[in-house]
């Protein structure tokens, strides 16, 4: 069975700093990890997709890297700002599972001024 | 273009009743999928349809079912509500059934059940 781990839970950090997520999953056989942003009380909004070929994304200030060996993920989020408090969730697409995502519990961040 | 929408934004129903949420994915998309989140865990995956086929399901009981319209628009219905069916109710769609496609999920819809 797929799991899926975010660590640390929670992350405070002062305005402008850079941040690394972590997110790490227990089957390596994974088609895809997708970062997403959840706001309190909203949806999920897409942040990157990173195929299993691929070993990074970036989009503008967020970079996501893919070890599917080790089966561990990283988002990377320079100069941060206090729009980017929110929780940020990882999910993989396992194999075999057609597109169903397994996520983590997601990590809490805020950023204060 | 619109994203994938939800209906109703909130709803709040009591135990033994029964419930049916609607989601319009993003025009285009044949792909629908529900999740749900509980307060502080993250999404489930409850059910896939694509071209209006089960393709997919969770690890959820009977009382949880699903549809998928002409229209690719998708309907979650639940029966005999628990307190625990309280949760965030989530719909994604993505063009195609197949894992190389991004998910988009809709805003959700919350569901309280007294």
């Known amino acids: 069975k797929q799991e899926v781990t975010q660590i640390p839970a929670a992350l405070s950090v002062p305005e402008g700093e850079n941040l690394v997520l972590n997110c790490s999953f227990t089957?390596?056989?994974?088609?895809?990890l997708q970062w997403f942003r959840q706001d309190p009380g909203k949806g999920l909004t897409s942040l990157l997709l990173?195929?299993?070929?691929?070993r990074e994304q970036t989009s503008g200030r967020l970079n996501a890297s893919l070890d599917k060996s080790s089966g561990r993920s990283t988002l990377y989020i320079a100069a941060s700002q206090p729009g980017d408090s929110a929780t940020y969730l990882c999910?993989?697409?396992?194999?075999?599972?057609?597109?169903?995502?397994?996520f983590g519990t997601g990590t809490r961040l805020q950023v204060t001024l | 273009d619109a994203g994938v929408t939800q209906s109703p934004t909130h709803l709040i129903k009591t135990r033994g009743q029964h419930v049916t949420l609607r989601c319009s994915p993003i025009?285009?998309?044949?792909?629908v999928s529900w999740y749900q989140q509980v307060l502080g865990q993250g999404p489930q995956f409850i059910f896939q349809?694509?071209?209006?086929?089960?393709?997919g399901r969770g690890n959820f009981p009977d009382r949880f079912s699903a549809r998928q319209f002409p229209n690719y628009s998708s309907e979650l219905n639940v029966n005999a509500l628990l307190l625990g069916d309280s949760a965030l109710y989530l719909c994604?769609?993505?063009?195609?059934?197949?894992?190389?496609?991004?998910?988009?999920f809709g805003p959700g819809t919350r569901l309280t059940v007294t």
């Open positions: 349809y694509y071209e209006k086929e089960e393709r």
């Open positions: 999910a993989v697409v396992k194999t075999g599972t057609a597109s169903k995502l397994t």
């Open positions: 025009s285009g998309h044949k792909s």
């Open positions: 089957d390596s056989a994974i088609y895809n």
């Open positions: 990173i195929q299993s070929s691929q």
């Open positions: 994604a769609s993505s063009p195609k059934q197949g894992v190389n496609y991004e998910q988009y």
